[in-house]
């Protein structure tokens, strides 16, 4: 290389080494900056960071029992206390004093929650709900509390009832507060089971319940119709447990038809205010109120139906089950997310189950439960739902366990739970093909294991049916082979899995029992055909493994 070539080539490397220490020097310029200058607005279009969440405050226990909890203990302890001092003192007062005193007593807790929420909004307006409810209490008493008792109308009660409920309501929305609400429809719930319940208390608990669902469907408040709804079944509890001292003298037929119209009155009512904007709600919002309405009314019904009209409780088990699949239907209609829908198609088929002891006996409850079980399965395969399909194995599983109650016929009862164990696993492989791979396996493990072990379960139970009394090990062996067998033909391996925990089970029953219990040659038979069985598995592992390396 010649001499001006390298001159040249030095000075393209020290322009090199000069633009880098230039770089090196403006990086950290900006950068110095970087941490001094706030940060410049973000660019028209351009969407600015967004700001650091500030640290979560840990809640300090002590403070919340105080601010949170005694302060809604207090007011509904105190209102208590109001409703009992005018249930026993307020008879010896004149009527004008009575009425005057009462509302005065309302007004004055209402006028100081309002003068407590300038400063402390939320116990301000606890107080002032409390007020809200006293006055409520006061009108109930007008007409219900013989010793208050001013006004002898029930017609005009109840509209005066239905006024103060349709103020509470008015009040709570303008001032958009759920704890006004909340305090005041629950502490009126819960001061009219203070005194005798009557078909008059029922028809004022509608009214209260009614205001809450006003929320529920225009706000979509959940706190305050869920304790409505919780509130309204337990005054129909306290009702129906006190039902002979009400009314000694009314015909059986009259106070049933008067508990399941109530019933069925609540259940419309909280169904229709759920149904009305289904997707508004959260998930774990709509479930909770579905299924407490579905509990209210079903085992209530059923407590009043088995005690005054037993031969109707499978009728009213069916009537049920039929509201569930109706609301089922008006929830598809009104676009209600798939959860809601499977809860009340899921509750429906309970219910059903529920009531069938009511109607079968033996080997009809048993047959009964299995084809209910398996027209469920294969439902919820149809429809997408796997709460269906959760059910439906359930039902089979009770079915299963319910097969010692038949005295004969077992076998097609095992047979016929084998075959729709089998068919609804099946129908599970189906909708699991359908779902992206990465979740075929996590949806399928759990249900495949129930369904193949229920499999296993019913062909232990056929065996042992068939099969000689003194070779039940033997059955259990060929029951074990069986499920081998067909986990190689569908390629299953939970099958195979099932069917190793029968063998555990007979190859232990044969070592504790059999040893010592059976007859010479029933033991050599035994030993036998199970080892050649055991060997004949072990041979098709064997090819498999072969097959694989």
């Not at 008792?149 to 509209?159: G, K, M, Y």
Request: with cysteine; hydrophobic share 55%.
């Amino acid at each position: 290389m010649a001499e001006g070539d390298t001159e040249e080539l030095r000075e393209v490397v020290r322009r090199l080494e000069a633009t880098v220490s230039r770089l090196e020097a403006r990086i950290e310029h900006l950068e110095t900056a970087a941490t001094v200058r706030p940060p410049s607005p973000a660019a028209p279009g351009v969407p600015a960071p967004p700001a650091p969440k500030p640290a979560a405050e840990k809640r300090d226990l002590e403070a919340h029992l105080g601010t949170y909890w005694l302060s809604r203990v207090g007011i509904v302890s105190l209102i208590i206390g109001f409703a009992f001092l005018i249930i026993y003192h307020f008879g010896e007062l004149g009527v004008l004093v009575r009425v005057g005193a009462g509302y005065l007593l309302s007004a004055g807790l209402a006028a100081l929650g309002l003068w407590l929420s300038r400063r402390h909004e939320l116990f301000g307006r606890i107080v002032f709900g409390g007020g809200l409810a006293l006055a409520y209490f006061v009108t109930y008493a007008l007409h219900f509390v013989p010793s208050v008792r001013v006004i002898p109308s029930e017609t005009l009660a109840l509209v005066l009832l239905a006024l103060h409920v349709v103020g509470i309501v008015v009040i709570a929305d303008r001032m958009q507060s759920e704890t006004v609400a909340g305090i005041a429809l629950f502490l009126g719930l819960h001061t009219g089971m203070l005194s005798d319940i009557t078909v008059f208390t029922l028809l004022s608990t509608t009214l209260l319940a009614g205001g809450a669902l006003f929320f529920l469907v225009k706000n979509r408040w959940v706190i305050v119709p869920l304790s409505s709804l919780v509130a309204v079944y337990s005054t129909h509890v306290v009702w129906a447990m006190r039902t002979e001292a009400i009314a000694p003298g009314q015909p059986t037929g009259e106070r049933l038809a008067l508990s399941l119209s109530f019933l069925a009155l609540y259940y419309v009512l909280f169904s229709v205010a759920l149904l009305v904007h289904p997707r508004e709600l959260s998930r774990r919002a709509s479930l909770s109120f579905a299924l407490l309405n579905w509990v209210g009314l079903l085992s209530l019904g059923a407590l009043e139906v088995g005690r005054w009209d037993e031969p109707s409780l499978f009728t009213f088990f069916v009537i049920v089950a039929l509201a569930q699949g109706a609301g089922a239907a008006v929830g598809r209609w009104r676009g209600a997310p798939l959860s809601l829908l499977q809860a009340y198609l899921a509750t429906g088929v309970v219910t059903l189950a529920m009531g069938m002891p009511a109607h079968y006996e033996d080997t009809a409850l048993v047959r009964a439960w299995t084809a209910v079980g398996l027209v469920t399965g294969l439902s919820g395969r149809l429809l997408g739902a796997s709460a269906l399909q959760v059910v439906g194995v359930g039902l089979l599983y009770v079915a299963l366990g319910a097969t010692w109650l038949p005295p004969s016929g077992r076998a097609f009862l095992y047979a016929a739970l084998l075959v729709s164990f089998a068919l609804v696993e099946r129908s599970g492989v189906v909708e699991s093909a359908r779902l992206p791979p990465p979740l075929q396996g996590r949806r399928r493990t759990a249900f495949q294991l129930f369904c193949t072990a229920g499999a296993g379960l019913a062909l232990v139970g056929l065996l042992g049916q068939l099969m000689p009394k003194d070779l039940d090990t033997l059955g259990w062996g060929v029951a074990a082979f069986a499920l081998f067998a067909l986990g190689f033909a569908l390629r299953e391996r939970w099958y195979r899995l099932v069917g190793l925990a029968v063998l555990a089970f007979t190859l232990g029953r044969l070592v504790l029992v059999d040893m010592a219990g059976l007859p010479p040659n029933q033991r050599i038979l035994t030993f036998i055909l199970l080892g050649a069985m055991l060997l004949a598995v072990s041979y098709v592992y064997t090819r498999l493994r072969g097959h694989r390396s």
